[in-house]
């Protein structure tokens, strides 16, 4: 293993709320992260390019109260846009996780079809059921997909936490981005068969079960449920149901990476193996 | 010119905010409706081109994969529309959050009176429905009429072009910015003065304030500022500084208590001193993990060495009750500033709530404001937004019904921050101002907010009229403050910092004036929402999401700049001084000169007469009731009784997770739906620590006697915290008091003794448990007039007092947080242990209750005798013997040896007759008593032995084993009265609220 340092920049600032956990789980990933405000990138003081992963986190930016990261997006747009495409051309990574997915289909960088990192063609909103749902999800990753993200998981549970997560796109974008391998995860039962929209399995009536997109590169990656939360086995639901076979057994708690944190190692291994 | 523009969803696309009041309609008024859209409206008032404005609807107000939008009214079909919008100066969040937007994509900045106001049309489709059912829904579902305002339209009505009109509920006042003078040649006459400007002075206190004021050295100081009389400012800074809520006057009052039974007599003075600071101080004593209680807006704990958790808990009740929503958030919204001003300053880490409303299905004949089942869907909602949007995880909270409580609801919301044990070189904890430190106000603006409705009486209603008495929280302002006023903290920037609550700028300033000993403040500079407000307005008003903050004058450069970088409005509005004088003054000339000495100085003691009589004396006996034959039916009737069912669609609104430091989640087991005891978060992600955080609310028993009331309360705390894993050693406390009126009077509360007796009692129970515990008590409120005055069928008003309530709130720390345990069953095979005496305790219990009935043996706590078994389960805990471990509360063993079965998924078999228990006792009794002290735990049959040992000499007994076969069986006297599969139980137990989301 490489050490070569990877540096992170989550967002902060404007009711974003998700910073220090994942700050916390790009470093157990190996990455070292910094928390830097959205103002100090518009004032110029930090510079996008000292970065290789951008983390759009999660939270309420401006309250949601235009659609959910609508606000942040178009301020980013307006002030720092150009940085964020160069920050894509050159190879780096982009995540958005929940209001931070929301920011990049607001954006325009995802699902960055034919080259185009500016056009909103997906959008993420009000779930169907009516209400903000905190849950824990299973998902089921895309067999083939350019994600870099996501190498070597099929299955994974984590929470989702939003009020504004039904992705809906029209048909045609919808094949697109299926025939591509740009759908990621989808919501999915215990035994990882997709929820076929049923609630709560699929938690918000998301089209296809979509819970996760990437662009046609695989470094642009946005979905709606929380890796950075489940960093540590006691953040799973079922920690301890798990824990008494274990213990039974003379054993802990798995010492291995929890899938959450292997989204962030993914990212960092692509970046020094790069 | 204003422009409005509507936006809605595609024709396509599933409404489901419409389909909400659709859903709604039908289930609480039985009106059929087909359809329901929604159009969002947004009311620009700004001077923009056609091209500007044509920019910000496409590029930033219409998303155009899912939306459409115009600038015109948008052609929805409809039988009805309802338009709802904000009263003038209402806080309209998203409003500004537009304006800010448009500003910003725009690359302009808008004039200073320039705004944008949100509103929303509802396009109903329902063609039987006539004006009276359509106004009812806007009235009681769509808006509440305190905060918004609505028009109907009917086709009829409707004008294509001109829609619902351009509506601008500006705040226009008009008024020049006056200071009175209130002349005192009388107590008479300053107290009609004090009731005709609802100064609220207490009779009591009028006679000192005029001895100050005509104190000779006193008047000449005041004449050398240009002062005479006392000035309105200075009149609303004393009535604030002496009211009940910011001076507790009734924990501090001197009570006469009389127990008619025994004739016996003492006088208690001051509870707050004798029964919650007394024995907090000898605790902090004996307990070093103590840092800081009773002085701060919070108390705080050591979570380890390099870290302290701070917690405090409040009330809401007043605002909830008139409009839920914007009570229910700015409550939580209003805590969460409490730990923020706590020493230097903590980061907001949980923060939990409770409820207390009437039943949810009521249908008496008493017309509560708004019906408890709405006014529970406006509290969920603040507290949800409220929490949500602040990035807090709520993980804990209860919800009880209880008619009582249709006079006014009750409100709870506790926060919970960290703070790191040094700052800057120095400890966290500590805080103060020195004269030549400025004086800063930090967050939102001030407008006719929360001022004691003084403009709402004395005003003539306009369109313009700011209906600021109930306020909506704005968690947004809010978390931009909280990001900025930690990282000023941690520069070392921060000398003293507390919340604008209660009493504004008056209480603020007022307070930390005490530590330099005066302040001189200039009041023009305080920014205002609006132009026209009294300079006494300015001063007490409690717009929100206010913070002040001192600051070395040396620092004010990188305090501002770190301000900016933020987007929060900071202003230095004076500075602290050492003259002893409050000095305020407005564009130069002196309003209020006053020697703050002033509060310490001889006003009389609050007294109150306190009668007891004791249960037996007022009538109450044990019902007499045979023994059932159908205990399936009466398990299965009492899992659905609504303070005892699933409650689960409120947790899931909640975001418990943010912040990654989930341990204990609030739904738990195998299929995540069962309430945990107690909620668990590892607040430092770098450490195993854990935070362990319960409540504990049993105000039913406050029917027989308040005093066992509160030990129980108590000990069902303690035992949920050791439940979890928490240790026994380290709980801190939170008490929160509501009570009824306790000052008697023969025609409007002749039971007020009574009431005031009740409250000594638990008082004395809360020292006397504290004590036994150990726990000290970090932080604590109380709200002292839960009473209300409902209409009845034929125009007559009731009364209607609450139950006398106290929510529990304890906090302990556990080293490993890998060693929680859950209540769900986890293992087949396991043996179950039932832990405590059960006794022949059903007074005041749910399964009396079912039957109309309050019996007199009521629960007691027993302290001495519990705490040898809770320190022997903490140390089965700690050595990883235990399995599952459940407090047996509420419903008693009857209804929590099913909720395990319910967590686990799994049966249970059940031998009653192994149970501990005090004398023979009745099946039904042994199921349904909700004696104190009492646990259920399950053991891996290879740790039997070593559970057992460390159980020695305890009330501790093996009664039952897990079963793979999910059906719950239960026998006594030799037979089986149990037996019910586990998914029969759990249809039961939800089916009351399971359809809610």
């Known amino acids: 293993m490489s050490t070569i340092p990877i540096d992170a920049l989550v967002l902060t600032g404007y009711g974003l709320n998700c910073d220090y956990e994942t700050a916390h789980a790009l470093s157990l990933a190996g990455a070292r992260p910094h928390r830097v405000h959205i103002n100090a990138l518009i004032d110029g003081e930090v510079s996008l390019a000292r970065f290789q992963i951008t983390v759009f986190g999660g939270g309420f930016s401006w309250g949601d109260d235009h659609g959910a990261g609508v606000v942040q997006a178009v301020r980013m747009k307006t002030k720092i846009g150009d940085q964020l495409l160069a920050f894509v051309a050159r190879g780096s990574l982009v995540m958005g996780i929940c209001n931070g997915f929301q920011v990049l289909v607001n954006l325009g960088l995802l699902p960055g079809l034919n080259g185009d990192y500016s056009r909103r063609c997906v959008a993420l909103t009000h779930n169907d059921c009516g209400n903000f749902r905190d849950d824990w999800v299973h998902l089921a990753v895309a067999a ?66 979509i819970a996760g997109i990437c662009d046609p590169s695989g470094r642009i990656f946005g979905l709606m449920p929380h890796p950075e939360a489940f960093h540590h086995w006691t953040n799973h639901p079922d920690w301890t149901r ?20 292997r989204i962030f190692e993914n990212a960092v291994g692509y970046l020094r193996a790069a | 010119m204003a422009h409005r523009l509507e936006i809605t969803l595609k024709k396509d696309l599933f ?29 620009i008032d700004a001077p923009l081109t056609e091209a500007q404005l044509e920019h910000i609807r496409t590029e930033v107000f219409t998303n155009p994969v899912i939306q459409v939008s115009s600038f015109a009214p948008l052609p929805e079909p409809f039988d009805w529309v309802v338009w709802v919008g904000f009263r003038p100066g209402v806080r309209d969040n998203p409003g500004a959050t537009a304006a800010e937007a448009i500003a910003d994509s725009l690359g302009v900045r808008l004039p200073p009176d320039a705004a944008a106001y949100t509103s929303r049309r509802y396009c109903i489709q329902a063609p039987n429905l006539d004006r009276a059912d359509v106004d009812r829904i806007a009235g009681e579902l769509l808006a509440n009429d305190i905060i918004q305002q609505w028009r109907i339209f009917a086709p009829g009505d409707w004008d294509p072009q001109r829609g619902i009109g351009i509506i601008i509920p500006k705040v226009i006042l ?20 004090s009731d005709s400007r609802s100064l609220a002075l207490n009779p009591n206190d009028i006679p000192v304030i005029r001895a100050y004021f005509r104190d000779p050295a006193v008047q000449e100081a005041r004449r050398a500022v240009g002062l005479d009389d006392p000035t309105d400012v200075e009149l609303e800074y004393i009535s604030q500084a002496r009211s009940d809520h910011c001076n507790h006057n009734t924990f501090r009052g001197r009570f006469h208590y009389r127990d008619l039974a025994t004739g016996e007599a003492e006088t208690v003075d001051n509870l707050f001193k004798t029964c919650i600071e007394a024995p907090t101080l000898a605790l902090k004593a004996r307990k070093d993990w103590v840092v800081s209680v009773l002085w701060d807006n ?13 917690i405090t808990g409040e009330t809401h009740n007043s605002p909830s009750n008139m409009e839920a929503y914007g009570g229910a958030i700015t409550g939580i919204v209003g805590v969460y500033r409490d730990p923020l001003g706590t020493g230097k300053g903590a980061k907001l880490v949980m923060g939990a709530y409770g409820y207390c409303v009437g039943p949810r299905d009521y249908a008496g004949d008493l017309k509560p404001r708004l019906h408890p089942r709405r006014l529970l869907d406006g509290v969920i ?20 019904f209880h008619p009582g409580y249709l006079g006014k609801c009750l409100v709870f919301v506790t926060a919970l921050g960290l703070m790191p044990a040094r700052v800057a070189g120095g400890p966290a904890e500590e805080k103060t101002t020195t004269a030549g430190d400025l004086v800063i106000m930090c967050g939102g603006r001030v407008g006719k907010d929360g001022i004691h409705g003084v403009t709402a009486s004395s005003e003539v209603f306009s369109e313009h009229t700011p209906a600021g008495h109930v306020q909506i929280g704005d968690p947004y302002t809010q978390k931009k403050m909280h990001d900025f006023l930690l990282e000023a903290r941690d520069a070392g920037l921060i000398r003293f910092v507390t919340d604008n609550g209660g009493g504004g700028l008056s209480s603020s300033v007022g307070e930390s004036a005490r530590y330099s000993n005066g302040a001189l403040i200039d009041l023009e500079k305080v920014p205002l929402k609006y132009a026209g407000l009294d300079q006494w307005e300015i001063w007490v008003s409690e717009s929100q999401e206010r913070m002040t903050v001192a600051v070395a004058p040396e620092d004010i450069e990188a305090f501002m700049t770190l301000s900016r970088r933020h987007a929060v409005e900071s202003t230095v509005i004076g500075r602290y001084t050492d003259t002893g004088k409050l000095h305020i003054r407005y564009e130069g000339r002196t309003c209020a000169y006053v020697d703050l000495s002033l509060l310490e100085s001889g006003f009389p003691q609050w007294a109150f007469d306190a009668e007891w009589q004791p249960p037996e004396q007022r009538g109450l006996h044990e019902p007499v009731l045979g023994e059932p034959t159908d205990y399936d039916g009466l398990l299965l009737a009492l899992l659905a009784r609504p303070n005892i069912c699933a409650k689960n669609w409120i947790a899931r609104q909640y975001d418990h997770e943010v912040q990654g430091t989930s341990v204990v989640k609030p739904l738990i087991g195998a299929r995540r739906d069962v309430p945990a005891d107690a909620a668990v978060i590892r607040p430092v992600l770098t450490g195993s620590r854990g935070l362990v955080f319960t409540q504990a609310l049993i105000p039913q028993y406050s029917a027989i006697d308040a005093y066992h009331m509160t030990g129980c309360t108590i000990d069902e705390a303690v035992r949920r915290i050791v439940a979890a894993g928490g240790d026994p050693a380290h709980i801190g406390g939170v008490d929160n008091f509501c009570w009824p009126n306790i000052q008697y009077d023969a025609q409007n509360n002749p039971d007020g003794r009574f009431k005031a007796a009740q409250l000594v009692r638990a008082c004395k129970a809360l020292r006397e448990n504290c004590l036994a515990y150990g726990i000290p008590l970090l932080s604590g409120k109380d709200s002292m007039y ?45 043996i179950v242990y039932v832990l405590g005496l059960t006794r022949a305790e059903l007074g005041a219990s749910e399964y009396y209750e079912l039957f109309g009935e309050i019996g007199c043996r009521v629960p007691e706590a027993r302290a001495e005798a519990f705490l040898p078994l809770y320190q022997a389960l903490a140390r089965a805990i700690a050595e990883g013997l235990v399995a599952s471990a459940h407090c047996v509360y509420r419903g008693g063993l009857g209804i929590h040896l099913p909720l395990t079965a319910i967590g686990g998924r799994l049966g249970m078999t059940v031998d009653l007759d192994r149970v501990p228990a005090e004398g023979p006792l009745r099946p039904d009794h042994l199921l349904f008593s909700e004696s104190a002290g009492r646990l259920i735990v399950s053991v891996d049959p290879a740790r039997r032995s070593a559970f057992e040992k460390l159980c020695a000499g305890l009330p501790v007994a093996a009664v039952g084993t897990v079963t793979a076969d999910p059906v719950l ?29």
């Not at chain 1, 076979?245 to 054993?251: C, V």
Request: hydrophobic fraction near 35%; aromatic fraction near 6%.
């Open chain 1, 144 to 209: 083939e997909t350019p994600c870099v993200f996501t190498r070597g998981l099929e299955r994974l549970e984590l929470p989702i936490r939003h009020g504004e997560g039904k992705f809906v796109a029209d048909r045609d974008t919808l094949s697109r981005i299926e025939a591509r391998g740009q759908v990621v995860l989808r919501y999915a039962d215990a035994s990882g068969r997709p929820a076929a929209g049923a609630f709560p399995a699929n938690p918000n009536g998301s089209l296809n079960d």
């Open chain 1, 242 to 261: 798990l824990r008494e076979p274990l213990r039974r057994a003379g054993k802990t708690l798995p010492a291995e990476s929890t899938p959450g944190v």
């Open chain 2, 15 to 43: 409404d489901p905010e419409g389909e909400g009041v659709r859903r709604k309609a039908a289930a609480y008024f039985g009106l059929r409706i087909d359809r329901v859209r929604t159009v969002q409206v947004l009311t």
């Open chain 2, 174 to 193: 008009d008024h020049t910015p006056t200071v009175a003078t209130v002349p005192i040649d009388s107590d008479a006459e300053l107290g009609a003065i």
């Open chain 2, 298 to 310: 919070a108390g705080a704990g050591r979570l380890d060495a390099d870290h302290y958790y701070v």
């Open chain 2, 381 to 400: 909602e603040g507290v949800r937004d409220g929490g949500n949007k602040s990035g807090i995880p709520t993980p804990f909270g209860q919800v009880l």
């Open chain 2, 786 to 830: 839960v009473d209300g005055h409902l209409p009845g069928r034929f125009g007559e008003r009731h009364k209607v007092s609450a139950l006398e309530t106290l929510q529990f709130s304890a906090v302990s720390v556990i080293d490993d947080v890998t060693r929680c345990v859950t209540m769900d069953l986890k293992t087949d095979g396991d």
């Open chain 2, 969 to 997: 069986k239960i026998r006594a006297i030799g037979r089986e009265v149990v037996r019910l599969p586990v998914e029969r139980l759990v249809e039961a137990w939800k089916k009351p609220f399971g359809d809610l989301i």
